[in-house]
């Protein structure tokens, strides 16, 4: 089984819960939607349903637009954990600062993360949050969800605290997320050669439809992870 840790924002095997190998995991802060400018340690797991992560797999994904790097155990603190070890790491890295929050995110998040190493981290005084392209099933006393759905995959999870959209996507229907059942509702620009073009069209729908939020990824424009 694998598991896996990498450097913050923010390889399809067999998984199975309870020890695993992390890419990596940093302290860094939430610079995109409801969690902006909020500091957090991040836990990336290796491993994703909607891409390998290997370039060569690219043009044939679900996800073809992912910019992470989550292959491997070679990050930043990555390497194989059990659950009371990584949640000691994670305390170790943390220090003594008070308002203690993990953001398990990916890859995929859900293919790994299970009930003991959530237990193990509320034990140690931490707040539990995932980012999830939300098409497994959670069933974990998580303090915050978000979900970034893909288009062209099944979204199984249809509430929570976040719902945030990579914008715009081929074949998209903002419409179909309208009866979801979450706290913010947030779109956010895709990345990349079209960027600026691309947050110009998110900014206008926004507008043009005031239930949506606009997300950007101010981590990256202040220079931090």
């Known amino acids: 089984m694998k598991r896996g840790i990498l450097q913050a924002d923010s390889v399809l095997d067999q998984f199975q819960p309870v020890h695993g190998d992390y890419p990596g995991m940093i302290a860094g802060i939430l610079g995109?939607?409801?969690g902006e400018l909020n500091q957090a340690m991040f836990v990336r797991f290796s491993g994703c349903n909607l891409w390998?992560?290997?370039e060569q797999h690219r043009s044939s994904?679900?996800?073809?637009?992912c910019d992470t790097d989550f292959v491997g155990t070679n990050g930043i603190n990555g390497g194989t954990y059990a659950a009371k070890d990584l949640v000691l790491k994670l305390t170790e890295l943390w220090g003594d600062q008070g308002n203690r929050l993990i953001v398990f995110t990916g890859g995929e998040?859900?293919?790994q993360l299970d009930a003991r190493l959530i237990e193990e981290c509320k034990k140690s005084g931490f707040d539990t949050a995932i980012e999830t392209n939300g098409t497994?099933?959670?069933d974990l006393d998580l303090d915050w969800i978000c979900v970034s759905p893909k288009q062209g995959s099944e979204l199984i999870v249809h509430q929570g605290n976040e719902l945030k959209v990579v914008y715009p996507q081929e074949g998209q229907d903002l419409d179909h997320f309208l009866d979801l059942k979450f706290d913010h509702m947030y779109l956010q620009p895709m990345d990349g050669l079209e960027g600026k073009e691309n947050?110009?069209?998110?900014?206008?729908?926004?507008?043009?439809?005031?239930?949506?939020?606009?997300?950007?990824?101010q981590h990256k424009l202040i220079g931090m992870a």
């Open 52 to 54: 390998s992560g290997r």
């Open 136 to 138: 497994i099933a959670i």
């Open 199 to 217: 947050t110009r069209k998110t900014i206008q729908y926004c507008l043009e439809n005031p239930r949506w939020k606009l997300s950007i990824q």
């Open 61 to 65: 994904a679900i996800c073809k637009f």
């Open 32 to 34: 995109q939607a409801a």
């Open 109 to 111: 998040p859900m293919l």
